[in-house]
């Protein structure tokens, strides 16, 4: 109203527990904007972030044990094993997505460090593909499952929708699980582990949880406008896979990265 003071949006006065349950439903971007109000709703924001983006809150499900999570963690410190997939997404976009395993990626000389900590920690070694072709020994494995075995890697095809170049990246693909039903999957990589991420089968499984920290390759079309770009796969494992993503709410986009519109700069 006119000639009556305005008061800009902060978290002057809101209890922090208030404050919290107002972020759970603020977009990422609306997040962004209230911090750079002033320097409590910055520290508001940065303990709401450390809280509700953290990356123990996707490990403890797989790792409820204090040591086991500690030494997990220590491996990714000096091994290097990257976090990929929907757990990593979770962390940026909040959600929870049901069912969904936690998908390792190491280098291929690390490999056995990590079984150790994953066998340390309660998990069993529950089946493997191996190359030469992860293609074919897929459709060999879905002619031939039965019975338990029709768990494996039923919700994990985005490993699979793969280019020839990625079979030639992929040493491995391992499931471990644990008798709480946690599941876990091995992806041994011939090089560096951001390699295999990289040949994905679209952008938004493109962010990868490292022990210091987190990175989504798309931000804006992943977490703002909720775009997929399509990368390869016409097989029915890609389909499968994206169509996966596309019932969570994203949008498929199919067109090359080279598309003058396609890093949105033309969206608000």
Not at 42 to 66: A, C, D, K, V
Not at 114 to 124: D, F, K, M, N
Not at 235 to 242: E, F, K, L, S
Request: proline share 4%; net charge negative; aromatic share 10%.
């Amino acid at each position: 109203m006119d000639g009556m003071p305005q008061e800009s949006a902060n978290m002057t006065g809101i209890p922090v527990e208030v404050a919290h349950l107002i972020m759970d439903h603020l977009e990422l971007m609306d997040l962004c904007h209230l911090s750079c109000v002033d320097v409590l709703s910055f520290q508001r924001i940065s303990e709401y972030y450390h809280h509700n983006l953290s990356i123990r809150r996707i490990l403890l499900p797989f790792f409820p044990r204090e040591d086991d999570f500690a030494l997990f963690r220590e491996l990714q410190r000096t091994h290097d094993v990257l976090v990929s997939a929907s757990q990593a997404l979770s962390i940026f976009n909040r959600t929870v997505y049901q069912n969904s395993d936690l998908d390792l990626y190491v280098q291929q000389w690390h490999r056995q460090y990590l079984v150790t900590v994953l066998e340390r920690a309660g998990y069993t070694r529950h089946g493997s593909l191996r190359p030469p072709s992860l293609r074919a020994s897929v459709i060999r494995w879905q002619q031939s499952r039965d019975g338990d075995s029709m768990t494996f890697f039923d919700d994990r095809s985005h490993i699979l929708t793969r280019s020839e170049y990625s079979d030639k990246s992929i040493a491995d693909v391992e499931e471990f699980r644990n008798g709480l039903g946690a599941v876990m999957q091995i992806i041994t990589c011939h090089g560096p582990p951001l390699d295999v991420v990289l040949g994905f089968h679209s952008s938004c499984v493109m962010n990868v949880v490292a022990y210091d920290y987190t990175y989504c390759l798309y931000p804006k079309a992943t977490l703002v406008h909720k775009v997929s770009i399509v990368r390869i796969g016409d097989d029915g494992n890609a389909i499968r896979a994206q169509n996966k993503y596309s019932d969570r709410g994203y949008r498929l986009v199919y067109r090359n990265t080279s598309t003058l519109n396609i890093d949105l700069r033309d969206q608000p």
